[in-house]
């Protein structure tokens, strides 16, 4: 038993490095990562369940007298026999294996077309949503959070003012999980890099604006400072800068978001043809 939960624990791991690579290769949606560790603790389940009835000296007379399938046969048509007559199938290794084949190959199916059906950031580029949007996609990267203790604050900015621009429903914001899964495969954990090496990063998802910064806190007041990126040649383009309590960072970052929208839908309003 001891081997086998090793060598589950070993192939888990190489499966969400896998999935890790895939979510920032294909730009998926950062639902993928959560979900695949969810079926593979259920997997972990159907491990156990099935090392516990190969190993029952039940099993292996049942097997040998050809009633149940063995270890490694699958017998599809078994499975549907069981199923029909309301019976849980015999529990195999070669079932556990195409199970979690079969439940791993489902969920990165159906987040590919989740991309393709709702528009995600895919290996295509930056895609338009629509008459009334922005043409091109914005990646919100990491701020810097300079100060004791605040460090915490990076990642969650990132995602809370993605998300913020999102719903203002005129632009097409990379998915936070996504920005955060490439950001760590090519800079690592410190959001504090280059200018540059921080805008390869959203090139390298196909979009047209970045947006980085940083939040500056003095007592009880704070300062949320973003910098807009035009990479389509032109640069750092323009600045946003709101204040206020330190103890209400959404109502700071959707102040921003506010104003950053309005930058961004004027910038591509005045690059339209």
């Known amino acids: 038993m001891v081997w086998i939960l090793l060598v589950f624990l070993g192939a888990s791991w190489v499966v969400l490095r896998a999935v890790d690579m895939l979510v920032g290769l294909l730009s998926l949606p950062s639902w993928v990562n959560p979900v695949a560790v969810a079926l593979l603790?259920?997997?972990?389940?159907?491990?156990?369940?099935?090392?516990?009835?190969?190993?029952?000296?039940?099993?292996?007379?049942?097997?040998?007298?050809?009633?149940?399938?063995?270890?490694?046969?699958?017998?599809?048509?078994?499975?549907?026999?069981?199923?029909?007559?309301g019976r849980i199938p015999h529990l195999t290794w070669g079932r556990a294996l195409m199970g979690g084949v079969l439940a791993m190959s489902s969920l990165m199916g159906a987040a590919i077309i989740y991309v393709l059906v709702v528009g995600g950031e895919e290996i295509l580029g930056a895609r338009g949503v629509g008459a009334e949007g922005l043409p091109e996609a914005v990646v919100v990267l990491p701020f810097s959070t300079p100060g004791e203790g605040m460090a915490l604050d990076e990642g969650r900015l990132a995602n809370l003012l993605g998300s913020s621009l999102s719903d203002t429903g005129a632009l097409r914001v990379v998915d936070p999980g996504t920005v955060a899964s490439r950001w760590r495969d090519e800079v690592g954990v410190s959001s504090s890099v280059a200018p540059d090496q921080a805008l390869a990063v959203a090139a390298g998802l196909g979009a047209r604006f970045a947006v980085r910064g940083s939040l500056v806190r003095a007592?009880?007041?704070?300062?949320?400072?973003?910098?807009?990126?035009?990479?389509?040649?032109?640069?750092?383009?323009?600045?946003?800068?709101?204040?206020?309590?330190?103890?209400?960072?959404?109502?700071?970052v959707d102040s921003l978001s506010a104003r950053l929208a309005e930058m961004l839908a004027e910038r591509a309003r005045g690059s339209a043809p």
Do not use: C, M, N
């Open 219 to 252: 007592g009880d007041r704070a300062t949320l400072v973003a910098e807009v990126y035009d990479l389509a040649g032109g640069g750092r383009v323009d600045d946003a800068r709101v204040e206020g309590s330190a103890d209400d960072l959404t109502g700071l």
């Open 41 to 85: 603790a259920v997997g972990f389940v159907v491990i156990v369940a099935t090392a516990w009835v190969q190993a029952l000296p039940a099993t292996k007379a049942r097997q040998r007298a050809g009633d149940v399938p063995a270890h490694w046969e699958i017998a599809p048509g078994d499975v549907v026999s069981s199923l029909l007559h």
